[in-house]
């Protein structure tokens, strides 16, 4: 059985920086693309980050481009959301996700999620 665990989150000031991370388990992480998606109260979740089976492929939304930095390490199952510039527009509940194939298109094509950890960014 999968399994997608978050942790990470947190409450932070505008302009700081958190890092969250997520381990998969129970299939062979080296075969699938991860993704990092969030979620306000009344909207549609939304992609943040994905990151290819290798790593080498990388998307982020515009939001996020140039502030988010995801990453994997295939030794230990686990990628991470290295978040800078931190601003009040990030708050939301953070998923993450493991894709059904090594790539991430479509980026909504999730397998299984983790429960969701929790950031608030206050100004």
């Known amino acids: 059985q999968v399994q997608v665990v978050e942790s990470g989150g947190g409450s932070v000031q505008a302009g700081d920086s958190l890092i969250l991370s997520c381990t998969a388990t129970?299939?062979?992480?080296?075969?699938?693309?991860m993704g990092w998606f969030r979620q306000v109260p009344g909207k549609v979740r939304e992609i943040v980050a994905a990151?290819?089976?290798?790593?080498?492929?990388?998307y982020y939304s515009d939001s996020v481009k140039g502030r988010f930095i995801i990453s994997r390490d295939n030794t230990k199952y686990t990628i991470d959301l290295q978040m800078n510039s931190l601003e009040p527009e990030d708050t939301a509940v953070y998923y993450c996700?493991?894709?059904?194939?090594?790539?991430?298109?479509?980026?909504?094509?999730?397998?299984?999620w983790g429960q969701g950890t929790q950031v608030t960014v206050s100004s």
């Open positions: 990151i290819s089976w290798s790593g080498q492929g990388r």
């Open positions: 129970g299939r062979n992480f080296v075969s699938y693309a």
């Open positions: 996700g493991q894709y059904g194939t090594g790539t991430y298109y479509p980026l909504t094509d999730i397998d299984y």
